[in-house]
């Protein structure tokens, strides 16, 4: 029962969880905290997979909450002095960590504080949605990913999009005799960075990525059909941005519109730095558990990648980040409540 914040990250990075396969993390960390003296409910999510929601009361009122998986591929845990390299470091392991040793120092200063770690938020988000559809006394949720140990006053949302354009196959020697899907798709690509999007004060501009391409049969084809998956983080409503894609398409392509994650506002505590993710969270599907924080140790710069690492300093001082959070979001939800 470590309390060493580098140790216990990388007790829980040593169990490859990424997403779809978090079975054997959320058995291991529930068992940890029973261990720990917490009382643990297991939220089911699928057949193979649970959330992980413990307390130390029966209404808590504030809730540390994480996601416990991570994106591919995984990369075990490597301390180099007091830097800890490896997958989930920062996205979101460490957080978790963090937010153990912070609740256990919550708990005993009578802080009705909870645990919530959750699965899928690199995908679908099913563990925030399974959670929400849970009981709860929670008035305040601070959720964790990596914020560079700033306070997030917003983040931006995001809509997923697939842009499918057709042609007509014909043998590559002529081209004339066909129509290629692909060449239609690469032009609408060209002009994606000249649309007018909409910008927001807070949250910045709109942005899109194309985040795969595919299309065609044979390279002595010409292409039949291509399509393009897009990433659109919304600082709007998306149906604001949706009717301008369709307008700016107009009829040379079909857009189908994917998975969507609001934009939205976060509460602020005095004393914290601030920022504003451009990366979406857990926190829109998690709308029953109070009022939303974001805050954690880490930078998203290198989460997702072959660099993801954190510091020891990080970790020591997101720990008594949330602490100071725990306790003013208490205080905010008691005035509220009155």
């Known amino acids: ?14 169990i490859d969880s990424t997403s779809g396969r978090e079975g054997e993390l959320m058995a291991h960390v529930a068992l940890m905290l ?10 089911p999510v699928t057949p193979s997979r649970v959330d992980v929601f413990a307390t130390c009361v029966r209404e808590p009122f504030v809730t540390l909450s994480t996601h416990l998986d991570t994106v591919p591929p995984y990369i075990p845990p490597r301390i180099d002095g007091d830097t800890l390299w490896g997958r989930g470091s ?19 200063r009578n802080v009705p504080i909870a645990l919530l770690f959750v699965v ?16 709860t006394t929670s008035r305040a949720i601070i959720d964790g990913e990596p914020t560079e140990g700033k306070l997030a006053l917003g983040t931006k949302g995001a809509v997923r999009g697939t842009i499918r354009t057709t042609g007509v196959a014909a043998h590559s020697a002529y081209p004339h005799l066909g129509d290629s899907a692909i060449a239609k798709l690469i032009a609408l690509l060209a002009e994606l960075p000249h ?24 390279d002595n084809v010409i292409a039949p059909s291509a399509e393009a998956r897009i990433m659109v983080r919304l600082v709007s409503d998306v149906e604001e941005v949706w009717a301008l894609l369709e307008q700016w398409i107009a009829g040379r392509a079909t857009i189908e519109r994917g998975s969507l994650v609001p934009a939205i506002r976060l509460g602020s505590v005095a004393g914290f730095e601030t920022m504003v993710a451009a990366f979406a969270t857990d926190i829109p599907a998690l709308t029953r558990w109070g009022t939303p924080y974001l805050y954690g140790p880490g930078s998203i710069h290198v989460a997702h990648t072959s660099d993801e690492r954190i510091t020891r300093a990080e970790l020591e001082s997101a720990v008594a980040g949330y602490v100071r959070l725990g306790e003013a979001a208490l205080a905010a939800a008691q005035i509220v409540a009155m």
């Open 1 to 14: 029962m470590t309390s060493d914040v580098l140790r216990l990250t990388a007790e829980l990075m040593a």
């Open 34 to 43: 029973e261990s720990r003296g917490w009382r643990v409910t297991r939220i």
């Open 90 to 108: 920062c996205d979101a392991k460490g957080i978790a960590a963090a937010m153990i040793l912070a609740a256990e120092q919550l708990r005993e």
């Open 120 to 135: 899928g938020e690199e995908v679908t988000h099913d563990g925030a949605i399974a959670a929400n559809a849970s009981p």
């Open 195 to 218: 649309l007018e999007l909409p910008h927001d004060e807070l949250l910045g501009p709109t942005t899109i990525n194309v985040g795969q391409i595919s299309g065609g049969v044979a």
